[in-house]
């Protein structure tokens, strides 16, 4: 390693990232292909009807799940309705400023409601109290609490294990006891990004900052797509989109485990 | 020795005493205004913080980021809540008005001294004096401004010690940015007895545990 | 309240569970966790660092710039996220309760940021939301002529008491939060709403303030507990 080529200071990000790229390095030891720690909490709200907290690396993201009643929407009279939401606070990371949400924050929202969604983990049909007039709405929101990389996926997953243990609030309404919300198996998702022609799972903050490109796929315990969104402006050849995939299904299959069972 | 913790209004003084670093007066009493160590000094009792952001003095040696190029001169970014400004007059190349771009260019390192601060805190930055450059090799690390004593160590003891045993040629900005040249393996070995002074800074015993650490 | 003793088992002048975290977050220059009684609550600071635009900058001191935001999931029925006018009433309050605590001067044209997030709320968040604010700006390393803290005391069925509950702050007849700083027991922040007597809110304050002495040892052991680890 010659060092008039090493680069310069720490903070110089791109050339320094792209350095160690080249040799299969990561600025913080993993390999490309690796995951930071992982941790999971749930339950650890009282006001919220589910929550959850997760850490992956040093992002936390801050799972509340909030029920309400309300009209459905008029294609589907008989199920619930899912509303999601994200908050980028200034507190989780010296650039985000406070106001409405940004095109960031609105797109994590989105396609975390996606995986959620598509992957059918609600079982929507059980949310109907009267049809065509009165079903539970089911709002997930965000709460991103520090920032070093990779919301989407640590999004999703506190929004899977805030739900997989939510709670109906009938007392509330005087609608009875309260019932656990029925679901099925939670979507986890993977996010890749791409800077030069190195693609990293997982990726960091200081590797989201130099990235062209990024990409996202939700999985079901089944190995099957339910949601993708490529996102930023670079590109991704045919290629590389279907090993990402591969590798999603990998990695989700060890993270899905993570969540265990219902309780 | 016993370090003592103090905070932000502890007792850490009397009227037989005068307020130094971190410290403030209140009628006949010394108060420490920060989270830190205290310190006594003859009569200045002090206290060294042990977090916050790099507050520059004059006379710092500081290493610093080309931020923009203007046409007299350069702005440059010394880790601080306040950018500095490097003149043309300051620099030590001789260049006419406008022709700035050619020696510093946006993101070039640099060595400086903070040569003037005023009440609005600009902060006037020189490269006048022998140690001064643009950093054109080597790399250059940062760690907290409230370490940089540490890593120094009395009288320059501590980084004596990893010079000596890594070779490298070091040179520590008082804005905790670190200029490291060498072998790899010896830059790499010096980052990390580095790092491990940033996280271990005020226990005790640490300069055995870096000679210890570095071969010795 | 029954036999002396409130709802919740609680003596008049007793407080809620309190616990108290520094140093809890990654990205942030200070930061405090707050469990206080159902409260939870997080601090950060951010600063002091550059204050942008230029045209919003203090030549001769930084601005202290508190924001004190609810998470929809933190109440029982949930809040559209975003500042409503009680949130933006509550940040001006803070702000103005550290501002002169903190070593301003020092920082000409600089903003410190507070951020203030309540993820559970259960009556006096305002209160833990300042006091976890405080350790957060200490761990920050931002000078300060002390650690503000802050607790609330109220009126419940005619009898002072501390610390209220969301019960009884609904229920009860007046509601006192107050922050001082410890050392001279100077008034930083207060507000009230309610009906209390002249000595209903002596006795209100005093009781308030016996709160607030017994927190700010909580905050100080906080911060020594993260940093001794430090520091031997």
Known sequence: MDISDLARLSSVKKDYLLKLAKEGKRCDGRKFDEYRDIKIESNILKNAEGSARVKIGNTMVIAGIKLEIGEPYADSPDKGALSTSAELPPLASPEFEPGPPTPEAIELARVVDRGIRESEYIEMEKLCITPGEKVWIVFIDLHIIDYDGNLFDTCLLAASAALQNAVIPNARFGLGENAPLPVRSPPVSCTFVKFDNAIVVDPCADEEEVADARFTVAIDENGDIRAMQKGLSGRFTIEEIKNNIKRAQFHASNIRKLLGEKK | ?216 | MKDGLRIDGRKPDELRKIKIEAGVLYRADGSCYIEWGGNKILAAVYGPREALPRHIQNPTKALVNARYNMASFSVEERKKPGPDRRSTEISKVISEAFESVIFTELFPRTTIDICIEVLDAEAGTRCAGITAAAVALADAGIPMRDIPVACAAGKVEGVVVLDLTSDEDKEGEADLPVAIAPRTEEILLMQMDGHLTYKEFEEALELAIKGCREVAKLQKEALLRKYSKEVE
């Open chain 2, 1 to 216: 020795m016993i370090r003592k913790i103090v905070l932000p209004g502890s007792l850490v003084g009397d009227k037989s005493k005068l307020p130094g670093k971190g410290t403030f007066r209140e009628g006949e009493n010394i108060y420490s205004s920060r989270l830190g160590i205290l310190e006594e000094k003859g009569k200045y009792v002090n206290v060294i913080p042990l977090s916050g952001v790099y507050i520059p003095n004059v006379g710092d040696t500081i290493i610093g980021v080309v931020e923009e190029v203007y046409r007299n001169g350069w702005i440059i970014d010394i880790k601080s809540p306040y950018s500095a400004f490097l003149s043309i007059e300051n620099s030590p190349w001789e260049m006419g008005y406008g022709e700035t771009s050619k020696y510093l260019k946006e993101k070039d390192i640099i060595i400086g001294i903070i040569s003037n601060i005023d009440e609005a805190k600009n902060i006037d930055v020189s490269m006048k004096d022998k140690q001064c450059r643009k950093i054109e090799d080597g790399i250059v690390i940062d760690i907290q401004p409230s370490k940089v004593p540490r890593v120094i160590g009395k009288k320059g003891s501590m980084l004596s010690t990893i010079k000596r045993y890594t070779g490298c040629w070091i040179f520590v900005g008082q804005n905790g940015r670190i200029w490291l040249k060498g072998e790899d393996e010896k830059v790499n070995l010096a980052v990390e007895a580095i790092k491990k002074i940033e996280k271990e800074a005020h226990t005790f015993g640490l300069t055995e545990r870096i000679i210890k650490m570095l071969g010795g």
